[in-house]
């Protein structure tokens, strides 16, 4: 079992910046991936960002690149989302996710994850 427990969110004005933190516990090892998804209300979850334990390459979202930098502390099993230059429309809760080895495109969907965090609420004013 690996346990996720997200933290950091709130509520910002539009232009402003958040970091989400996700701490990882329990069996990590053998887990290849984290990812940050969203989920805005009436919306499906979506992908946001995802970084590789062993050598840190970053993936991103169209909608966050160069807004959003995903980065880990492998020390501390933990992962973050610096988030910058915030928009209304990142409004949503985020989920932290860990994925075992697998193909790459699984990644930039929910199914390709096994465990997931409880969420944090982000919310933007405009």
């Known amino acids: 079992q690996v346990q996720l427990v997200e933290s950091g969110g709130g509520l910002v004005q539009a232009g402003g910046s958040l970091r989400l933190s996700c701490a990882a516990s329990g069996r990590t090892f053998g887990y290849a991936v984290m990812g940050w998804f969203r989920q805005a209300p009436g919306k499906d979850r979506s992908f946001v960002a995802r970084?590789?334990?062993?050598?840190?390459?970053?993936y991103y979202a169209d909608s966050v690149k160069g807004r959003f930098t995903i980065s880990s502390d492998n020390a501390k099993n933990t992962v973050y989302l610096q988030m910058n230059s915030l928009k209304a429309e990142d409004t949503a809760v985020y989920y932290c996710?860990?994925?075992?080895?697998?193909?790459?495109?699984?990644?930039?969907?929910?199914?390709?994850?096994?465990?997931w965090g409880q969420g944090t609420q982000v919310t933007v004013s405009s």
């Open positions: 970084i590789n334990w062993s050598d840190s390459r970053t």
């Open positions: 996710a860990a994925a075992p080895p697998k193909h790459s495109d699984a990644y930039y969907f929910q199914g390709g994850y096994d465990y």
